[in-house]
Nanobody
């Protein structure tokens, strides 16, 4: 089991930046592939970014590629999402998730691949 707590959300103007954090407790952080997802009001949850257990592989959704960067610090048991050049359409609740995969190099973009989820942090981008 792992417990996930997101932080770092808030209100920002278009073009601004935010860094989301996801603190993990419980089972060793390095045992999980991690991901970020988001859900806007009235829309389905969508994939944002993912990172492998060993941190060597990452994947970003086309909608955020070049603007968002996922990273992890295993020593701190923390996952990050650096978000630059934010747009109003990035407004959503952002969730981190953990996949207890045995594969150290794989990344996962499907929500059903993840067993554990945080409670979410809200990001609002004003125009």
């Amino acid at each position: 089991q792992v417990q996930l707590v997101e932080s770092g959300g808030g209100l920002v103007q278009a073009g601004g930046s935010l860094r989301l954090s996801c603190a993990a407790s419980g089972r060793t952080f390095i045992s999980y592939a991690m991901g970020w997802f988001r859900q806007a009001p009235g829309k389905e949850r969508e994939f944002v970014a993912a990172i492998s257990r060993n941190g060597g592989s990452t994947k970003h959704a086309d909608t955020v590629k070049g603007r968002f960067t996922i990273s992890s610090d295993n020593a701190k048991n923390t996952l990050y999402l650096q978000m630059n050049s934010l747009k109003p359409e990035d407004t959503a609740d952002y969730y981190c998730a953990a996949n207890p995969t045995e594969y150290r190099n794989n990344v996962y973009s499907g929500a059903p691949s993840y067993d554990f989820w945080g409670q979410g942090t809200q990001v609002t981008v004003s125009s």
